[in-house]
């Protein structure tokens, strides 16, 4: 007999000789469970209190942390990058984009610091990057997240006892999560007003040191693979161009069009 965790199947149709009604018959039921189970009916029966058993099957109790402590502890300790990327980033990565076994990871990494309370997992956990309406959805017991819970807690033994714990084996650093950085808007009048007076010409007035300028004309008739061949053989020997002075440079010379500037480049 149970009441959680457990389906059974309605087929519609009605056996004969048995009420037509559906009526509450607890006192009927426990009756007969204590007939036919009478060592579980003499037991004390669960309680509600912090160390009471649950639906899950599992002692609950917590070891005193915060919600904050515990997301402090679980983010700065040894393997703390795991929890951060599950918990702040809402990564899957580490799990091949599998949404549950993420869910999973992140339920055991928090049920480990919090002990075996599952209020305080949940609580914890709604908080990350990973909550979404799925955990919302019915399950045997209650909604989904909490059948997750309740499967990470059954049958474990680990968890966090405190400072001098034997099995706390981590090292603290602190973390503090990435801030989210915001756009800067600028205008012109800015951009001018930290500029110089005069330009740092490399070839006045075509090319500006740290900046890009653009030759656009048509292909193969405009001359600029022409202009900037003569152009660089200025620059490179500090020669004057086109009557302009130049300012002497190294040059390094990317094209994407072969090698059809060796030949004015000789030259």
Known sequence: MYD?????????????GTPTTIRNAQKELLALHADTFPDAAAAPGPTSSPTGQTAGGYEVWNNGLTDEQVIVK???????????????????????????????????????????????????????????????????????????????????????????????????????????????????PAILATAGKRAPWVTEPITVRGGVTDLVGPA????????????????????????RPTEQTPIVFLTEQGSNLSKPLRD
Do not use: C
Request: proline letters at 4%; zero cysteines.
């Open 220 to 243: 193969k008739h405009a001359g600029k693979t022409t202009l900037l061949a003569h152009m660089m053989r200025h620059v490179h020997s500090g020669t004057p161009f086109l009557g």
């Open 74 to 188: 679980a983010a700065s300790a040894k393997h703390g990058e795991k929890f951060r990327r599950l918990f702040y980033d809402g990564d899957t990565s580490g799990h091949a984009g599998d949404d549950s076994a993420a869910d999973m990871a992140l339920v055991a990494t928090v049920a480990f610091w919090t002990g075996p309370d599952p209020e305080q997992i949940e609580r914890i956990v709604r908080q990350s990057s990973l909550a979404r309406g799925k955990w919302d959805e019915p399950r045997a017991g209650g909604s989904w997240i909490r059948y997750t819970i309740d499967n990470a807690l059954r049958d474990r033994t680990e968890f966090y006892t405190g400072a001098d714990s034997d099995r706390n084996s981590f090292q603290f650093n602190i973390y503090n999560p990435p801030e989210k950085k915001k756009m800067e808007f600028t205008t012109v």
């Open 4 to 16: 959680a965790r457990r389906f059974f199947t309605v087929t519609g149709k009605h056996l004969e």
